[in-house]
């Protein structure tokens, strides 16, 4: 079985940083697209970034993008999400997520879910 865990969610004020982290175990994930998404509450899950597995190629949206850093230690089966500059608006449950197919930024592009880590920034 695929299973995604995330860790590393807490409280921090505006501007400082958080690093997440998903464990995955159960498959081999090379070419895999691994993604991360973010809920607010009261508000849909909305894309933050991706990557693929093996290579590397990541990309983010608008939002957090200069912001935010997806990277991977594939010996330890572990992916991150590097949080700087934090903004009260980054506040939401924070999921790992893998894709079988290319990825994309819908959530429908994903077959894995974590059960998700809570961020929350303070003003």
């Known amino acids: 079985q695929v299973q995604l865990v995330e860790s590393g969610g807490g409280l921090v004020q505006a501007g400082g940083s958080l690093r997440l982290s998903c464990a995955a175990s159960?498959?081999?994930?090379?070419?895999?697209?691994m993604g991360w998404f973010r809920q607010a509450p009261g508000k849909e899950r909305e894309f933050v970034g991706a990557?693929?597995?093996?290579?590397?190629?990541?990309y983010y949206s608008d939002s957090v993008k200069g912001r935010f850093t997806i990277s991977r230690d594939n010996a330890k089966n572990m992916m991150y999400l590097q949080m700087n500059s934090l903004k009260p608006e980054d506040t939401a449950v924070y999921y790992c997520?893998?894709?079988?197919?290319?990825?994309?930024?819908?959530?429908?592009?994903?077959?894995?879910w974590g059960q998700g880590t809570q961020v929350t920034v303070s003003a």
């Open positions: 997520a893998a894709s079988r197919a290319k990825g994309g930024s819908s959530v429908r592009d994903y077959d894995y």
């Open positions: 159960g498959h081999t994930f090379s070419g895999y697209v």
């Open positions: 990557t693929g597995w093996s290579y590397g190629n990541s």
